[in-house]
């Protein structure tokens, strides 16, 4: 015969109305126990089942949705949790979530607890302002356009940059943007790579004029042009084209450079017009000034003109001597080249009157 641990001499003189409670996760019990009825009650509690982390890190200023838990009894399943605490999250700290539960007998559950720690977590993000990848010209200032900072509790954070750029020597250099926010998160490094060059071309500057009027026949001097670089300074300049100075015409000379890169500057041209803008110079034969005894014949001595191109020219005389007539004439010469260039005019004066002694006149 089965005999409960209790044993039933604890239940003599019970009388008939009496119950025996037991847990109803017992065993060894029947319906009845020493001829008394059996009643089975939940004294059990539930369980509670953390769901996530018994230790969470949460990052300030940013909503916190708890995973909450659930909880499990042996005759009721399911039942309810209660959430008691609450996480600040605009404040770095340590908070406490407890959580409770109880089956419909009342049996309360072990309150089970999450910690979440509250703090920065988030490193700040660097922007940069302007290109990551900057090609400057060597021999000029370079300033760089920088980069920004922005943290999600702190705001606008400091930039710190490294590295430098020697814009004196052509080279690829990199330089680099950091910043940590009050927490200590630093960010990520970003870069940005400049490349020094150069990139820029000499200037050509003519030396006199850009178009030039040249007498045909004598010899041209050209005037020449100049470079400067902005990285090797002067720079020499090659001329390409030719004039003909015996050969009327208009001429291009055009004027080179490069520098030391290899960057070629801009072409610069001069124009040489060579044509005959030299008048004949006309030469009196004889004297500017004669004096001409009236009433016999004039012989003009006239006058030559040379030109530099077509050598002597041909003279025309304007004006005319009346030997009957005592007075002053003037003779005019006028002389022109084949390019229609004028020579200055040239005059002799005739002055006619009576020089004669009284036995010199012819008696009639």
Known sequence: MHRHPFGVGIF???????KVYVNNTATGFQTTFAGLPVVRIDMTPPVITLLGEASVSHQVG????????????????????????????????????????????????TPVTRTVVVSDRAAPVITLLGEASVSHQAGTPYTDAGATASDSVDGSVSVTTSGEVNVNTSGTYTLTYNASDAAGNA???????VVVSDRAAPVITLLGEASVSHQVGTPYTDAGATATDSVDGSVSVTTSGEVDEDTSGTYTLTYNASDAAGNAATPVTRTVVVSDRVAPVITLSGEASVSH????????????????????????????????TSGTYTLTYNASDAAGNAAT????????????????????
């Not at 949790?81 to 979530?97: H, R």
């Not at 005894?293 to 002597?312: E, F, I, L, M, R």
């Not at 041909?314 to 004006?319: D, M, Q």
Request: proline content about 4%; hydrophobic content about 30%.
């Open 293 to 324: 005894q009236v009433g016999t014949p004039y012989t003009d001595a006239g006058a030559t003109a040379t030109d530099s191109v077509d050598g002597n020219v041909s003279v025309t005389t304007s004006g005319e001597v009346d030997v009957n």
């Open 12 to 18: 003599a003189g019970v009388t008939s109305e009496a």
């Open 187 to 193: 960010a990520t490094p970003v870069t940005r790579t």
């Open 345 to 364: 005019p040239v005059t002799r004066t005739v002055v006619v009157s009576d020089r004669a002694a009284p036995g010199d006149h012819a008696v009639g």
């Open 62 to 109: 940013t909503p916190y949705t708890d995973a909450g838990a659930t909880a499990s009894d042996s005759v009721d399943g399911s039942v309810s949790v209660t959430t008691s605490g609450e996480v600040n999250v605009n404040t770095s700290g340590t908070y406490t979530l407890t959580y409770n539960a109880s089956d419909a007998a009342g049996n309360a559950a």
